[in-house]
T-cell receptor, first 113, second 112 residues
Framework: DGGITQSPKYLFRKEGQNVTLSCEQNLNHDAMYWYRQDPGQGLRLIYY???????QKGDIAEGYSVSREKKESFPLTVTSAQKNPTAFYLC????????????FGQGTRLTVV | QQQVKQSPQSLIVQKGGISIINCAYENTAFDYFPWYQQFPGKGPALLIAIRPDVSEKKEGRFTISFNKSAKQFSLHIMDSQPGDSATYFCAASKGSNYQLIWGAGTKLIIKP
């Protein structure tokens, strides 16, 4: 089955630690995205990548980093510089941009303890 | 000017009724307006989308109405069912192919 897989589903992090969220897709999509979702707010774009070895900052990139070494993979690292990292993180992919249908993973809920 | 304002924040509708969710925008450069549906613990999924050259688009029980002069668009769910209970997000895009401006979401509950 084609789709987009995020892991883990739940993640706990101690303050001061970096953590990496995994996102893999087998849809052969060029574009991939990371969003953050907080209660009562819409999705906010962290980073996006149009093509392998290229990525762009979104609206809230501070404290996050990404890589796009393979077409199917777009991991997100939440660094200790992110002051309020507790949130629901969503990865998405699309054929070519968000003006085509975007497919989302099931999300990773990160909690800082 | 980059905002998309969505209302209501939450909505309770009886089974069989019509659910209506509204969105408003300021930037007249927006030219793509999708609606996404999200169930608890899942990622959003595209429900229906419209471009400003049409005033209405219907897919099954779901209809988008678009009022370009008022800079508003809305989602209507006819014959609402308990399975429609979810959070609905409107969004808008202008030019940039890779960014959407999202509304804050509407939590819809359909009572049996």
């Amino acid at each position: 089955d084609g789709g987009i897989t995020q892991s883990p589903k739940y993640l706990f992090r101690k303050e001061g630690q970096n953590v990496t969220l995994s996102c893999e897709q087998n849809l052969n999509h060029d574009a991939m995205y990371w969003y953050r979702q907080d209660p009562g707010q819409g999705l906010r774009l962290i980073y996006y990548s149009q093509i392998v070895n290229d990525f762009q900052k979104g609206d809230i990139a501070e404290g996050y980093s990404v890589s796009r070494e393979k077409k199917e993979s777009f991991p997100l690292t939440v660094t200790s510089a992110q002051k309020n990292p507790t949130a629901f993180y969503l990865c998405a992919s699309s054929i070519q941009g968000m003006r085509t249908e975007a497919f989302f993973g099931q999300g990773t809920r990160l909690t800082v303890v | 000017q980059q905002q998309v304002k969505q209302s209501p924040q939450s909505l309770i509708v009886q089974k069989g009724g019509i659910s209506i969710i509204n969105c408003a925008y300021e930037n007249t450069a927006f030219d793509y307006f999708p609606w996404y549906q999200q169930f608890p613990g899942k990622g959003p999924a595209l429900l229906i989308a419209i471009r400003p050259d049409v005033s209405e688009k219907k897919e099954g029980r779901f209809t988008i109405s678009f009022n370009k002069s008022a800079k508003q668009f809305s989602l209507h769910i006819m014959d609402s069912q308990p399975g429609d209970s979810a959070t609905y997000f409107c969004a808008a895009s202008k030019g940039s192919n890779y960014q959407l401006i999202w509304g804050a979401g509407t939590k819809l509950i359909i009572k049996p």
